[in-house]
């Protein structure tokens, strides 16, 4: 009975056991009341969404209202008084409430706009009848194929709005598979997997990579075609061996899936405009740079236009998933508390990386950073380490023989996108989880999996790298 209840019990109890301790028992310097209350929140966040006592997005919920009674400039009165020295510094109430209307978060509300109005008319039906024709009729090879066009299309556009997409099209090939054929599991994971391996190899695949060429200037710069260079035979790699992973866990029970996907493209004006909408916004993603909004402006645009000519209904926002708009504001919304109040600095500052033999010390941000990802925004696990370690690598000369900051940057970058064991981990997999055909345990199980193997072959590509003087 104890075991059974100890997912209720744990998340509980060790939390109040972080808020209850003396501050002074971290052996933090400088560690502060605000500090402690954030870290007490972040272990029952991981314990929740780990456990599932309760449904995921309510862990996130949970998190904003805790911070803003305990850590926000108008939080419970008992929490924001005190000598500020020892409370330390306060969240705005603003700061945290934002959250719930976060770039990303209308980034997948565009998203989701897409992925409706192309179900609706027919779209995704007719797109997977095209692009999956020539990859056969084996499931394993038909799912190297969405991998394969998912990964192609994280390198230039979000991994959000690429998995929306995917996720659209993939519905009338998972109909394909009884409801208990594993197989469905390897084909709900394959997309936000692709998606998260495909960022990595462009400079604008994904926001990580973007922060880490601030700190690579100089004679460390690297340009977009020099990062493609060894970004993109890093994603082939894993693309292959996440491709055997997935299939090796989760076999198909069927030897071939005839893809009998009927249809044709309909040609009514509001299927026309759907498809000219679903077409310009891709094209603006991908173009970015030269008309200069942001994915995120862009994901607003198909929100407005399917809105004002009913394409969308009030009845459709009705099907919108926003359990997982609420559960990715939650994740946003600890990384912002991790971040503000000083606590993640804090945390890294008190190991003496600087002690460390160089290859560890690769290993440790690496993994440290690895780790911060499955539990928080990877741009902001990014935005928090790669200061420290750009800082930590130009200081210290042992690391030359090993790539010298250079490698221990994009170490860390890239770990920063392998973190993908929950569905809180990254947009994707939130939007993979709510299509209701995986669990968190088989998520878990595959995360952990190819975000181990992926730190292996990031060191293995910068010994290679290292070798022939690339870095």
């Known amino acids: 009975m104890i075991q059974q209840n100890l997912k209720y019990i744990l998340p509980i109890i060790l939390p109040l056991i972080i808020l209850l301790l003396p501050s002074d028992s971290f052996a933090i310097e400088g560690f502060t009341l605000v500090e402690q209350r954030v870290l007490a929140i972040f272990v029952m966040a991981a314990l929740c969404w780990i456990l599932e006592p309760i449904p995921i997005y309510a862990t996130s919920v949970l998190i904003i ?11 419970l009165w008992f929490a924001t008084s005190g000598d500020p020295a020892v409370l330390g510094k306060l969240i705005s109430q603003n700061t945290i409430m934002a959250t719930f209307a976060s770039p990303i978060i209308m980034l997948f509300l565009g998203g989701f706009f897409l992925a409706m109005a192309a179900t609706k008319y027919r779209l995704d039906i007719n797109l997977a009848r095209v692009l999956l024709r020539p990859f056969g009729e084996r499931p394993k090879y038909v ?8 990964a192609i299309f994280s390198m230039f556009m979000s991994n959000t709005a690429t998995t929306a997409m995917m996720l659209s099209i993939l519905t009338p090939v998972l109909a394909l598979f009884e409801r208990k054929d594993l197989a469905r599991v390897a084909f709900a994971l394959s997309v936000p997997v692709a998606a998260n391996i495909g960022g990595i190899g462009t400079p604008i695949g994904t926001p990580p990579n973007a922060v880490a060429l601030k700190y690579l200037v100089g004679d460390n710069s690297i340009s977009f075609a020099k990062w493609m260079s060894f970004g ?18 989760f076999p198909a029970s069927r030897q071939t899936i005839k893809l009998d996907i009927s249809g044709r493209f309909l040609k009514t004006p509001k299927a026309i405009l759907v498809y000219v909408t679903f077409a310009s916004t891709i094209l603006l993603w991908l173009l970015g740079s030269l008309h200069g909004m942001s994915s995120y402006v862009v994901a607003m645009l198909p929100v407005a236009i399917f809105s004002m000519f009913k394409i969308i209904t009030k009845e459709d926002l009705k099907n919108i998933s926003w359990d997982v708009l609420w ?16 606590l993640a600095a804090n945390a890294i500052a008190v190991i003496p990386f600087v002690k460390f033999h160089p290859l560890a010390l690769i290993v440790g941000a690496a993994g440290t950073c690895l780790l911060m990802a499955n539990f928080m925004s990877h741009t902001a696990a990014a935005n928090l380490l790669l200061p ?19 490698a221990l940057i994009i170490a860390v970058t890239f770990a920063a996108s392998l973190g993908m064991s929950l569905p809180i981990s990254t947009p994707p997999n939130a939007l993979a989880y709510a299509s209701g055909q995986i669990d968190n345990k088989q998520m878990l199980k595959v995360g952990v999996t190819i975000g181990g193997i992926g730190l292996l072959v990031t060191f293995a590509m910068l010994f290679i790298m290292k070798w022939f003087a690339f870095l």
Not at 143 to 150: L, V
């Open 388 to 406: 420290l370690v750009a800082a930590l690598g130009a200081s210290m000369h042992s690391l030359l023989p090993f790539g010298g900051e250079v």
């Open 327 to 342: 559960l990715v504001s939650g994740g946003i919304a600890l990384g912002v508390a991790i971040d503000k109040t000083g």
């Open 65 to 75: 209202v805790l911070e803003l009674l305990l850590v926000s400039d108008h939080g």
């Open 232 to 249: 993109v035979p890093f994603v082939v790699v894993m693309l292959i061996i996440a491709w055997f992973v997935l299939i090796v866990l």
């Open 143 to 150: 799912m190297f194929g969405i991998m394969m066009i998912t």
